[in-house]
């Protein structure tokens, strides 16, 4: 869920520059290191081998090029396109390439040592809302059947704001003409769509890129969600990357009676409800055979009534067979969601040293600021996760889950307790904490108003972490900002959209259950948060213990000044040397850190939010640090076009 811009408008940022320090030996040519996938690898590790970059050495990185894509979202929708237009892309590096997508959904492709543009292809999406104006990436394929010198041996995947899927040269950038329609897939077929032609509005869309496994192409979907019980199917489709063929899909709710979770549906349930889609990007085991795939939750996320039961495989990590889509084995993290706890983050794949076994698994972070470690052939957890009695009581027609699932390690990033005046900030003017039911994580959503502990944008967002193989620890950012949701009986939404009592909240109608839903972020009446800091952290995990190694701030809250920790958007990296790279806060810094202790190396003022995830690489002798800076409209940022590298002075 995106996080509302009138929680984010209250910091007024600036950032702090670099110091650059006196002169400094340069250092030797670095081995190339590339950065082929979204996640670093197929795995979503975010780590990189490349280690000229070091904790000594960090304090002189300069701008080496800047490109600018030129795209500010002209002729889109000034209102809504301005609150949710959002540049995520984290780029992938190709044959001496970076490759991604645009905030308007065009493909580039450009010189990754100079920055120079090489190709612009433009699919002309057209100017109307969506729901998710995200854009995360594309994808890379190297065909092992055709020739080297051969069109489309290499191709781009790359998904577009109106639901098709772009197949692209990575030479020339034309299409590939052997996929699908002359290089174009449609993707809103076979998924109950609610588009109507003719519509301003698009609610089904592919946000980030997909992944390939066996010369299968595969992906999920973003669905604009609470807009109705009866919303589009969150199926996860497998395509051949040569041809754009349907291959297989596998869709989160059983529709079958013979699957044999089907059962544990009603079967109007089963039948009306949609979502629990896949937004976030999947990981690929390639020798295992099998896509890890993190669902979301199902329509809608407030109310769920018309959906009884637990609702598997909302909410749950999954491991499918990547030929033929079957689930080899599943894992619930939040059972009957009501407070759009969807997993958010790609699942990461890593090599764990643990209990004196070496154990293939999957860490799965979550909104709810819990990590679930499992074994990735079997599915069994790692650290023990018990099921815990959680709060009850609800609206009328609600059925709550009476327990949900809590890993015993790691211990959770974010607070979820109920919130007392102790906790509440110097500054709590209008806070009313009275008003509001609280009774910590998993609180029912109530007509009186509930204070949701993590919020729905908070723990683990997109961003994911990232994993250093050799020392074994994982670093991971984290927003801890509670939120306000209240439900709305069917007869005063109206009326309660229209006052301006409630001009600072998000309505959504959640069309076929009793109730309308509004939320916004728990504010004061000055707009500074209810709660006292940190509202975003940097924090360390040794992944063979479970054990927490440090936690810090993240993100300055007045200009140059306050290192509070802010809400933030976007994931960390580490590379070989110790460092981590991450930028995501609302202040347009990007930072580096110490991985042995979380010390701020260094720090870097952007032109724009970038609320993207960095990459980096060496390529000639010479490593960059490469991150987007578009701005985030959900987090109310700077906007901006910039593509900015980083590197030591030659």
């Not at 600036?14 to 670093?40: F, N």
């Not at 059962?263 to 295992?288: C, E």
């Not at 972070?365 to 018990?386: C, N, Y």
């Not at 007392?420 to 009275?434: P, Y």
Request: glycine fraction near 10%; proline fraction near 9%; hydrophobic fraction near 35%.
């Amino acid at each position: 869920m995106r996080l509302p811009v009138r929680c984010c408008m209250i910091f007024g940022f600036s950032a702090l520059l670099a110091s650059c320090g006196g002169g400094h030996t340069a250092p030797p040519p670095a081995p190339d290191a590339g950065w082929a996938h979204y996640g670093g690898d197929a795995g979503g590790s975010r780590y990189s081998t490349a280690a000229q970059i070091t904790p000594a050495n960090v304090k002189h990185l300069k701008v080496a090029w800047t490109f600018r894509s030129g795209e500010h979202g002209a002729g889109f929708p000034d209102d809504e396109w301005t609150s949710h237009m959002t540049w995520e892309a984290t780029p992938i590096l190709y044959d001496g390439a970076l490759y991604f997508t645009t905030s308007e959904s065009n493909v580039v492709a450009i010189d990754a040592t100079t920055g120079k543009q090489r190709w612009r292809h433009d699919p002309h999406v057209p100017k109307l809302w969506y729901s998710d104006a995200a854009s995360r990436g594309v994808t890379l394929w190297v065909d092992p059947q055709s020739a080297p010198d051969a069109p489309c041996h290499a191709r781009i995947f790359a998904p577009t704001f109106d639901s098709r899927l772009l197949a692209l040269d990575t030479k020339t950038g034309q299409l590939c003409r052997d996929f699908a329609d002359h290089g174009v897939l449609d993707l809103l077929p076979g998924i109950r769509s609610t588009y109507k032609p003719g519509s301003r509005y698009r609610n089904y869309l592919v946000t980030s890129p997909p992944v390939i496994l066996d010369g299968k192409l595969i992906l999920g979907s973003s669905i604009g969600d609470n807009r109705s019980v009866e919303l589009e199917h969150g199926t996860v489709r497998a395509y051949d990357a040569r041809t754009g063929k349907f291959v297989w899909g596998w869709d989160p709710i059983p529709h079958d009676p013979s699957d044999p979770v089907y059962a544990q549906w009603s079967p109007q349930g089963a039948a009306m409800t949609g979502a629990a889609n896949a937004w976030a990007p999947l990981s690929v085991d390639a020798q295992r055979h099998l896509v890890f795939v993190p669902t979301g939750s199902s329509s809608p996320d407030f109310f769920g009534g018309r959906r009884p039961g637990d609702g598997r495989w909302a909410n749950s990590v999954v491991a499918l067979d990547g030929d033929t889509g079957r689930l080899v084995w599943g894992y619930q993290t939040v059972h009957h969601d009501l407070w759009d706890y969807d997993i958010a983050a790609q699942p990461s794949l890593v090599t764990l040293q643990h209990d004196g076994r070496t154990i293939p698994a999957v860490i799965q972070p979550t909104k709810t600021g819990m990590l679930f470690t499992f074994d990735r052939e079997s599915g069994k957890p790692v650290f023990p996760v018990v099921e815990k009695p959680v709060p009850q009581g609800g609206v009328p027609g609600e059925v709550l889950s009476k327990t949900q699932p809590f890993p015993t390690l790691p211990e959770p990033l974010v607070r979820q307790g109920p919130v007392t005046k102790r906790d509440l900030a110097h500054i709590s003017f209008g806070c009313h904490l009275e008003r509001y039911q609280s009774e910590g994580i998993f609180t029912p959503p109530s007509v009186q108003g509930s204070i949701e502990q993590p919020g729905y944008a908070g723990g683990v967002e997109w961003g994911g972490l990232a994993f250093d193989p050799v020392h074994q620890i994982a670093v991971v950012n984290t927003n801890d900002l509670p939120m306000l949701v209240a439900l709305v009986p069917r007869d005063q939404l109206t009326a309660q959209e229209m006052s301006k009592r409630y001009k600072d909240w998000d309505f959504s109608r959640m069309a076929g259950t009793p109730y309308g839903m509004r939320r916004r972020a728990w504010l004061s009446s000055l707009g500074t948060p209810c709660t006292k800091p940190p509202w975003g952290e940097l924090s360390a995990i040794d992944m063979r213990n479970g054990e927490r190694l440090w936690q810090v701030p993240l993100g300055n809250a007045i200009k140059n000044h306050w290192n509070l920790g802010v809400p933030n958007m976007g994931g960390p990296i580490i590379t070989a040397s110790g460092l981590i790279f991450v930028a995501a806060t609302i202040d347009n810094d990007i930072r580096a850190f110490d991985l042995r202790d979380g010390t701020l190396l260094w720090q870097y003022q952007l032109p724009a939010g970038g609320q993207a995830t960095p990459m980096t690489y060496a390529i000639g002798g010479r490593q960059y640090l490469v991150v987007v800076a578009g701005g985030h409209g959900g987090l109310g940022t700077t906007r901006g076009d910039y593509v900015i590298a980083f590197a030591l002075p030659k």
